[in-house]
């Protein structure tokens, strides 16, 4: 009884019982009276409450017209929820807290952001538009656990023609982020294997090995890429690899590398090359380097490839393309499981890309890309003898060698106390202490191009180079 | 030379070095001359072709002129591939097999499918036209790799007033499918975590679980639920469970048995209760069964939900309600992975939700439901002394016990001659030969309502009852 601290107005021009049943239905709908809760009965309430037994069974019978308490004969009235699903107006406050947002810097230079700004979001609703209508109803249940056949195809022959990658569509294995399939070739390849990772490097296969009982050993990398003897020396089974475009570096593995990689490889069954081809898409010297897929003639490269540079990180669809060896075991293990992408969204972007949508976004943003990394060379230029730079041919990111009196945390903290927010190359490297001196990841793809002399300038100041 | 099988037709109107540039050019377009091969010297390429030094040149300096080769002082002509992506019209033939569909049947009574042909696609479309503009242009970029916090808040709205279960957003993490939630859940509680399954139930935890080096028991489900003796007897530390509308048989885990449930966990802190609240949409009679989260006062409950029910299966959207003292630890666990749902789709949910379209829905979707249900009870009702129903209160599935003279598997082939898939209750048990009688478990959503009868006679004939 306790519970029903019902205050009622007796000077109020609501009657009596309606005060009460607003009070009652509210109590059930807000959750606070749960699903089979008895109410008092009617005399008790009333001598509780002080009116009459009328006013008591006039509400009551009110709550059970509506389907808020049912009548059980001889036993009393008992909370029955609604049949159907009660929200509550929003001015209830529920105390909410939100957590502080992200630390918010002026400029942030973080290595693998695109430029929002130039997305042809004209052209991408125009293919949602197509794709979610009535007379595709059969998109909103489930698809292939591997990905839609018709994304499939169209990364198949993207694969072809940009990077040399020959494959079936059956061997391309959709999913929800690089992290999502690494995960899966973790568990497909095996819980006795070793990785070998390079240093430096993406480190994200790294931490997803230490949810696992496997061993990943740093692979150090030089001018002509990853040290393949090293692979050897510490019985590594599965290399993870980023032939074409080194992460940070930007370096091209050498061609005697490359044959080196795929001879070791080839030297045992167990052993694989996992080649993350994370951003091919933006190479602006002319060239483009095959991917080693492209020179593997025994089914040893896994290839990934991602969406997230090339339309959007937040679109969270990447690929990969499995040998046909592990496709096999792949079914197998992950015949249950589901696709981790939309279906809806996948078919959407395979109409964008069968459209040529695709080709001319990318087209676009190579030379918006371009036209930024130049402006950023000539800015930098005017210090080349302090400031080294790497990697300045592609993808979007370049590495700053900074050679003037500061240590590494002093020229963090003089970015910071300038609002501006930097990365360190030791951030992704796992022997520390080797730099001769501070290196930084300078992204530079998000930042408008009429904003960029002042980034940089107000980089070079809080510096002290200007 | 011998890859320059070049066919040059004298007689032609198009002069042979246009033949020659063209053959070159569609060899590297198209990847056989990769990046990098030496063009033979147009000495050489003049005698093996029989055609003049000046043809030859002539062709080299168009391809050169165009990008697609290079001159080295004294080394010759190599190939270089095109700046831009060059993508080959698709009448080039390359040998694409596709694998054959999946097997059709007229009809197919899956327990866990939807009726897409009921979604509100204006209105859906309607709330992605407004996210998809370029003013949101940092939804392209990462989010919160809990996932993003307008859809968390309206799923916590939705959760308290529909479910009672009572969180802050920041315990809830948005996920790509169930499956991706509880392998981040395995690898959250460690390997060395027992787990035990409802069985019969949803199998896909074991699955998961297979993969790990945890163990999974297989816990007994009576009349009142899963039988929580057995956790304590068998070492069980997490139990995962359907308390409000068990699978397949529909049945609600009595208030008993949620109380022992909840003293178990309690009486070690390691132990948790996952609540896979699969359904909880679709309840029929009237009362709501309150989640077993809105009963836990000391933190035991893992809550899981989905849209693949309310929505649509493909959309590859679910979420969990951690615990605060679990909430620390996925933190720090899986900082560095991005959330495995495209953030443009979490705010186009959000908006659906937030506009009340996503109650509309759901109301209007189990009208539909109900009717459909009514009717597949109507039609089976005559035979109610050999076909016994189980689980007809909520959801989108019933429960078939079939008392005639055949065994499960005759009853299986006897609907796939008549073109028909049925689900047998034995895909959904560990133990086997404790039915007795075959069981079957009838969706019945996805079939439009004008076809459910010609579907149930169909099955009925099928089985001999008609």
Redesign the interface.
Known sequence: MESFWCELHRDSSVPLYEQLYTYIKSEI???RL???TKLPSKRKMAEFLKVSQNTIETAYEQLQAE?YVEVKARKGYFV?????????PRHTK?E????PSKEQYQYNFHPS??D??E?P?DR??KH??NV???EN???????DTLGE?ELR?EIR?YL???R?V?C???QIVVG??V??LL?QLV?LLGSDKIYGIEDPGYH?ML?IIQ?Y?NEAIPISVDAEGVQVEQLQDLNVDIVYTTPSHHFPYGSVLS?NRRHKLLTWAEENTERYIIEDDYDS?FRYS?????SLH?MDRTEKVIYLGTFSKS???????SYMVLPNNLLDIFKQ?FA??????????QVILASFMKS?DF?KH??RM?KIYRKKLEKVLSLLKTYEESIQLIGEHSGLHIVLKINNDHTENELIDLSAKANMKVYPLSNYSLKKGVQDAPQFLLGFA?IPEHELERAINQLLKAWHFK
Not at 80 to 88: F, V
Not at 96 to 99: E, G, P
Not at 286 to 290: A, C, E
């Open positions: 709908t807000e959750g749960p699903y089979g389907g029955q929820a609604s049949d159907e699903l009660e929200y509550i529920e909410i807290k939100t957590l952001q695109i929002p700004r997305f979001f991408w609703r949602a538009r979610v209508a009535p109803h059969h998109l909103l249940l489930l698809g056949m195809e022959h072809y023609h940009s040399g020959k079936h569509p059956d929800a982020g992290e999502v995960q568990l994200m931490k949810h009982p061609i898409e002319g060239k483009t380097i095959p492209s339309l959007m990180p937040s679109i969270r669809i293990k249950h499981y589901h696709s981790t992408v939309s279906r809806i969204d040529g080709e990318l087209n190579r998000h």
